[in-house]
């Protein structure tokens, strides 16, 4: 059974999301304005057409359900996608709702992303298990943003009687898109293209800079994974994988077919044993993953060696939940130069393989 993408976002089991946004919409109203369906876009087709005249708009933009056009500066931006709020704030937009996934913060506007909102009132928060077409529609959307989900195409049609959609681009996986293609996306439906260059080369430049200062990454094996039907093991498509790779780390051979066409797959507890890489992140506190798992995962060189980061989803075992581990998930424009400063040195410490080198549990 393939688990939602929240059931196993810290490894705790303790938040889970239906799957599908299928599932989750409900009586669609009717609406006026809307997507300009083209049919499917084709590889090749340029990710967004905009007027010869130098104007911002009409833009139209392609993504796996066609192309959306977009007539004005959008005011009205609602998230069903569940991180894409970092991005519009990147960019100088605050949504008027967002789609709850981490439950961390008030509006899910997060402390990496809190200076870009001024003196805008948070947005309102839908509910990700049951997302009501009324509810979006009292929103008065001028743009539905629905890039990081796992939206089907009776459900991009359904929205788009509200308000121009724009769905994940072609040829990724559900909750697979890259997070620089997802701001790119954005920006070119705000009308703001080379903003979003900009804002894209920016925060490539931390990543290239951080791999640099750090060639000992480069080659070497790393995997994040989190105690879940046995072992859920997050794939290469994986939004968190991509930061791996844009470090220097390959994502080990061994499993680069987990999950098939999905962010990821499990190994029965039996197998934890194989979870044995120059670097292994765990998405839990070290003492669930030893009881939920056996202990099995401690009898690995990774362990032993003192390879091993631990992404607790609570802090101190607390009930407050861990901002380092709703960072770690929401890997955005916003998101990833607050956790490079803390994940870095992480990497540093595990990578070296001496036991000696304590790597730190972010407790924040």
Request: hydrophobic share 40%.
């Amino acid at each position: 059974m393939q688990p939602s993408r929240r059931h196993v976002l810290t490894g705790t089991g303790a938040l889970t999301l239906s799957a599908g946004l299928g599932a989750l919409l409900t009586a669609c109203g009717s609406g006026s304005g809307g997507s300009t369906a083209s049919g499917p876009a084709t590889s090749g087709t340029k990710a967004v057409d905009r007027p010869a005249d130098g104007k911002s708009f009409p833009v139209t933009v392609q993504h796996k359900y066609g192309a959306t056009t977009i007539k004005s500066a959008p005011k009205r931006v609602v998230c069903v996608g569940l991180l894409e709020q970092d991005s519009l704030l990147a960019l100088g937009v605050v949504p008027v709702g967002v789609t709850t996934w981490l439950g961390a913060a008030k509006g899910e506007i997060y402390p990496w992303a809190k200076g870009k909102l001024g003196d805008s009132p948070l947005p309102k928060v839908l509910d990700s298990k049951k997302i009501n077409i009324e509810e979006i529609a009292a929103l008065k959307p001028d743009l539905i943003v629905a890039i990081y989900s796992d939206l089907k195409q009776a459900d991009y049609t359904k929205l788009s009687q509200l308000a121009p959609t724009i769905a994940a681009p072609k040829g990724h996986v559900d909750w697979g898109t890259p997070w620089d293609e997802t701001a790119q996306l954005i920006a070119d439906a705000l009308g703001k293209h080379d903003e979003g260059v900009k804002l894209v080369k920016s925060v490539k430049g931390d990543l290239a800079a951080a791999k640099k200062a750090h060639p000992q990454f480069v080659g070497k094996t790393a995997v994040v994974a989190t105690p879940y039907e046995g072992a859920y093991i997050y794939g290469p498509s994986d939004i968190r994988s991509q930061i791996q790779h844009a470090l220097g780390f390959t994502f080990p051979a061994k499993f680069k077919d987990i999950g098939g066409k999905t962010f990821g797959g499990s190994i029965s507890a039996e197998r934890t044993k194989e979870i044995d890489f120059d670097v292994v992140v765990w998405l839990d506190s070290p003492a669930s993953v030893k009881s939920k798992l056996g202990g099995l995962y401690e009898q690995t060189k990774a362990y032993k060696e003192g390879r091993t980061i631990y992404v607790p989803s609570s802090v101190s075992d607390s009930k407050k939940a861990s901002t380092y581990a709703s960072a770690f998930s929401m890997v955005t424009p916003l998101s990833i130069p607050w956790v490079l400063k803390r994940y870095v040195p992480q990497l540093a410490a595990a990578v070296d393989g001496k036991p000696s080198t304590k790597v730190k549990i972010i407790d924040e």
